[in-house]
């Protein structure tokens, strides 16, 4: 599951990455992304700032409507549920990223471990998109069933990794191509164990669904 990642490269540098357009209106973003703030996307052949998550709106205990929480991270194999299957059939994007980071150690005491490609200053992450009341538009990021040999080490899944030969088929292909690429990263991976506390922030989200 992935709570945190790094996007270090301004927008004009992700547009010429990936053979985009920049789009329309600003984009603010920090350099780590926490769920419910600010990333990119390709979507539609443009580079654009959305929310990371899609709201989850809950109740109290009396029914009174609660703040909405970010579900990040979508599950490959619930792509087709209720939740996720119109943007999945309709709206796939690309999150371009750096590195993104696990927790790792004891509760309380746990620090960053950022996983990242080696030969890839950018790459690309699965996602999927919606506009949404809420927040406007919003994405999360396609989480594989399992790891990869690399990431195994760190946590039981990964996020979907695009090679830059299977982007078209994600954005274009059919729902079916698409699944085909729900794989674990099979490449190798650099892992930083680092001593950063894990942030509050990142920790405490609902994520995965």
């Not at 985009?20 to 654009?48: M, S």
């Not at 205990?61 to 194999?77: E, F, S, Y």
């Not at 209720?82 to 696990?102: D, Q, V």
Request: a neutral charge; aromatic letters at 10%; one cysteine or more.
């Amino acid at each position: 599951m992935c709570n945190l990642y790094r996007m270090t490269k301004n927008v004009s540098e992700v547009a010429a990455w990936f053979a985009a357009v920049e789009g329309a209106g600003g984009a603010n973003f920090a350099a780590e992304v926490y769920p419910g703030y600010t990333g990119l996307v390709v979507a539609d052949g443009a580079v654009r700032a959305m929310t990371w998550g899609f709201p989850l709106v809950l109740k109290g205990k009396q029914g009174q409507p609660l703040k909405p929480k970010p579900v990040n991270n979508a599950r490959t194999d619930k792509l087709e549920t209720f939740f996720w299957r119109h943007s999945f059939e309709e709206r796939r994007c690309l999150i371009p990223l750096t590195g993104w980071a696990e927790a790792q150690g004891t509760k309380g005491r746990m620090t960053r471990t950022w996983l990242s490609l080696s030969d890839a200053p950018l790459f690309a992450a699965a996602g999927v998109w919606r506009q949404s009341e809420e927040w406007g538009a919003c994405y999360s990021m396609v989480m594989t069933g399992s790891a990869g040999t690399d990431a195994a080490q760190v946590h039981e899944r990964m996020p979907v990794l695009l090679a830059p030969e299977d982007q078209s088929q994600w954005l274009g292909g059919s729902p079916q191509d698409a699944l085909a690429l729900c794989r674990a990263w099979p490449g190798d991976l650099v892992i930083d164990r680092t001593d950063q506390p894990w942030a509050k922030g990142a920790a405490h989200q609902p994520g995965l669904l």
